[in-house]
């Protein structure tokens, strides 16, 4: 059973940053930040693969967030710059079996087994 754990949440004005981490107690080959607005449904944020370190962002994130990973650690972080009010939300990393090569793969949450408890990102104007 994998475990995911993320810290990093917090509150930044708008054009601030943040980093968020997840560590993970075993093994997945995908890995994805998603968030979830009051009232607004899940949406998918970033994802990469363990082995190859490829990545895919939802295009609202790009240029702004970096997903990256340690595999020595085990760790997923996101490097959120630029931040904007419609970046709050409840941010979760999540583990999936599968090595995701096709957007759609690492875009359905669906695709993901494993989930953390989540961190509250907030940003004010």
């Known amino acids: 059973q994998v475990q995911l754990v993320e810290s990093g949440g917090g509150s930044v004005q708008a054009g601030g940053s943040l980093r968020l981490s997840c560590a993970a107690s075993?093994?997945?080959?995908?890995m994805g930040w998603f968030r979830q607005a009051p009232g607004k449904e899940r949406e998918f944020v970033a994802g990469i693969v363990w082995t190859s370190g490829s990545t895919y962002y939802e295009d609202s994130v790009k240029g702004r967030f970096t997903i990256s990973r340690d595999n020595a650690k085990s760790t997923v972080t996101l490097q959120m710059n630029s931040l904007k009010p419609e970046d709050t939300g409840l941010y979760y990393c999540?583990?999936?079996?599968?090595?995701?090569?096709?957007?759609?793969?690492?875009?359905?949450?669906?695709?993901?087994?494993?989930w953390g408890q989540g961190t509250q990102v907030t940003v004010s104007s």
């Open positions: 075993g093994r997945t080959k995908t």
């Open positions: 999540a583990g999936s079996s599968w090595t995701c090569i096709l957007d759609s793969c690492y875009v359905d949450g669906k695709g993901y087994e494993y």
